[in-house]
């Protein structure tokens, strides 16, 4: 059978395991012409999202009382933004991607990035990585947990950035202040900071209708901001306030 790329290839295990109700990683090798490290990783992929359950040596489907779990995929608005946000990106580029759930929308669009070295502070973001075909190099912070953030954080963490230099860093924001910067709802902002510092470009992703949000931590000033990458919801006024402080704004388009 003729390769396919990684989407497909999912959508056609998925297609046979439910035809059989269970699949192996060793036929699966075969049909699709891969390697088992390849199936593996799709397997792994598709159990995270919740589509099946892996067994040993394969998979199963999910029993019919499980179903009202499956997790939810991300927002039309964070997928679109990511995608124009992923089109910055070089290939072999260092890239930084901070927790959360728009930069975390960001992962399945690197599949094709060849050569990537990318540092993360979130064990969701290290883990979504591990599971693209084509895994870049993965560094990790390390530092002190935060339950709140679901990311390391402090010193250790800052430590560990400052040992490093990157082109681009992938950051969100809870609201866009346009006054003063990205505004969070976490105290713990150093490593934000830490994380702006040590990159030559910080993009911002950011849904339209985060403007104006009441949020009373500061965590970048605009004047540590190159581009900000969010939807058609951002109104012209706040777009046309930001370029005039030289700040690039990239507005897409949603479909819904």
Known sequence: MAKRNTPQRRHDILARLNEQGEVTVDELTKLFATSEVTIR??????EKNGLLLRRYGGAVSIPHELLSDLAQAPSPYKQAIARAASSRIREHAR???DSGSTTAALI???????GLV???NSLHIANALRELEHEPVLLMTGGTWDPHSESFQGQVAE????????DQL?????GLDLERGTTTFNELLGLSRVMAEVAREV????????VGRRIPNLELPWSNIHTLVTDGRFPDEARHQLEQRGITVICVAVDK
């Open 108 to 114: 399945p669009e690197l599949e094709n990035k060849a």
């Open 170 to 174: 992938f950051i969100g924001a809870d």
């Open 95 to 97: 890239v930084i991607i």
């Open 203 to 210: 993009i911002v992703m950011a849904e339209g209708d985060k």
């Open 41 to 46: 990783k799709d397997l792994a992929a598709l």
């Open 118 to 120: 990318v540092m993360t």
């Open 159 to 166: 430590q560990v950035l400052r040992s490093y230099d990157f």
